[in-house]
């Protein structure tokens, strides 16, 4: 099993930045690739950026390409994304997840998820 806890979350003015954590428990993180999801209300949950075991190689949504960079620290089993230039329509619960291997995109391939942690962007 593999625990996450995502902090971070909160409201922002459009433009602001956030940047959220993600700590991860009970196997060995450098095993798993690492991602968030988010959701926003009435939405599908859709998925965000990825990062390698390793950290070298990243992947992002179209949505946020540019803006969000993901990261992880494997000393200290967390996972960061940072978030600039937010918008309103980058407000939703965000979600960290892990996957035992290689890079993901679907929710489908999800092994572990956290319990969520909310982004308000105000206009």
């Known amino acids: 099993q593999v625990q996450l806890v995502e902090s971070g979350g909160g409201l922002v003015q459009a433009g602001g930045s956030l940047r959220l954590s993600c700590a991860a428990s009970g196997r060995t993180f450098s095993n798993y690739a690492m991602g968030w999801f988010r959701q926003a209300p009435e939405k599908e949950r859709e998925f965000v950026a990825v990062i390698s075991w390793s950290g070298e190689s990243t992947y992002y949504a179209d949505s946020v390409k540019g803006r969000f960079t993901i990261s992880r620290d494997n000393a200290k089993n967390t996972v960061y994304l940072q978030m600039n230039s937010l918008r309103p329509e980058d407000t939703a619960v965000y979600y960290c997840?892990?996957?035992?291997?290689?890079?993901?995109?679907?929710?489908?391939?999800?092994?572990?998820w956290g319990q969520g942690t909310q982004v308000t962007v105000s206009s």
């Open positions: 997840t892990a996957r035992r291997g290689s890079v993901y995109s679907l929710k489908g391939a999800v092994d572990y």
